[in-house]
């Protein structure tokens, strides 16, 4: 597969107009390779972790943490070099997920409420919104009721309905309309005048963490067993007033201390997240179960890699996840 290509894929799965201005996500060194049969897929782009996937054969790879946040030059002999020196004599493409995957709506990022069942789940920071488009246009053709069934279920399409007058409305989402747009004209045969609306509603948003309802309040003591259960760590950080009892969670993966508030005003008993710092810890107004970076997103770029590998099955092309190292480890006074 042209490995091109599967960057497209990799634009799907993290649409890059998600990530946050300051963010790097994208292609980090743009290869020489044309033709790809392997992906490798880790959560860092550390020489450890490159050399791991290019050993392996990888033509294309894909991390989540970004090589860079800032243009660097090449002029001292660093991490950043070695992965840089690596990847060009490769020639593989190196590609980075990173607030654009953190914000894809029911993508990885968002797997510790899946598996704690959580519902009536809200985006905890809105990133950005989505507004979509209504467009009208003339068709002296009927639309049938499969066909116009069959058109709300393309992406992004909301509705699909036609007047006895032969006018036709659809509703999509503003980003998907050019691909519906061409899609229709191939359909008719023609290419009609089209009367395009911004509308308010139902407008998407996206953005980071999110805060719902356990199917059944739970003890601390059992809330805690339950997130032990699901998060690949053995030490957790507990600061703020602990609840007896836990019914509305918040989470966010990786840096998710800044969204304390946010938490605390979506009404959340608890916020898991990571790196939470002393001032921070000491002015809480929520309980917060600090479980560290790594874990919760080690865990989304395992569950990228199996999506991926899913929609690349047919194509031949090899998807293989690198487990990384927990950077923190932990010494016990005895």
Same mark, same amino acid.
């Given at each position: ?5 599967? &960057?497209? $894929? ?11 201005? *300051? ?6 060194? %743009? ?15 550390? +020489?450890?972790? %490159?050399?791991?996937?290019?050993? /392996?054969?990888? @033509? ?25 020196? &690596?990847? &060009?004599?490769?020639?593989? *493409? ?16 968002? /797997? ?10 809200? %985006? ?6 989505? !507004? ?18 069959? *058109? ?43 009367? $395009?609306?911004?509308?308010?509603? +139902? ?11 356990? +199917?059944?309040?739970?003890? /601390? ?22 609840? @007896? ?63 991926? !590998? ?7 092309? @090899? ?7 927990? +950077? ?7």
């Amino acid at each position: 597969m042209k490995s091109l290509d599967i &960057m497209s $894929i990799f634009r799907q799965l993290a649409p890059e107009r998600f990530q946050s201005s *300051w963010d790097n996500s994208g292609i980090q060194v %743009i290869g020489e390779i044309a033709e790809c049969s392997k992906v490798g897929v880790c959560l860092e782009p550390t +020489p450890e972790m %490159i050399r791991a996937c290019l050993d /392996w054969g990888a @033509e294309v790879v894909l991390t989540h943490h970004p090589l860079y946040m800032k243009p660097k030059g090449l002029g001292a002999q660093n991490r950043f070099t070695d992965v840089v020196r &690596m990847v &060009m004599r490769s020639g593989a *493409w190196l590609y980075a997920a990173h607030t654009s995957l953190d914000c894809t709506p029911s993508g990885p990022a968002f /797997w510790l409420g899946e598996r704690l069942d959580l519902n009536d789940v809200k %985006i905890l920071d809105t990133a950005h919104e989505y !507004a979509p488009v209504e467009v009208s246009f003339y068709s002296p053709r009927t639309f049938s009721r499969e066909e116009a069934e069959m *058109w709300t279920e393309r992406p992004g399409m909301h509705s699909v309905s036609q007047s006895a007058a032969g006018e036709v409305r659809l509703v999509c989402d503003r980003e998907h309309w050019a691909e519906a747009r061409s899609a229709l004209e191939f359909t008719l045969g023609s290419s009609p005048e089209y009367y $395009i609306r911004a509308l308010e509603a +139902p407008g998407r948003a996206v953005g980071f963490g999110q805060v719902g309802n356990l +199917p059944e309040p739970l003890g /601390w003591d059992a809330f805690m067993v339950e997130l032990q259960g699901l998060v690949d760590r053995d030490v957790f950080t507990v600061c703020g007033p602990v609840p @007896e009892t836990v019914s509305r969670v918040a989470y966010c993966g990786g840096s998710g201390a800044s969204l304390v508030d946010a938490a605390a005003g979506a009404g959340a008993d608890v916020f898991v997240t990571g790196d939470m710092k002393y001032h921070q810890a000491v002015e809480t107004p929520v309980c917060v179960v600090d479980v560290g970076h790594f874990s919760l997103e080690e865990e989304m770029m395992r569950l990228a890699a199996q999506n991926l !590998a899913g929609q690349l099955e047919s194509e031949q092309v @090899e998807v293989r996840f690198f487990r990384g190292t927990e +950077p923190f480890g932990f010494h016990v006074r005895k």
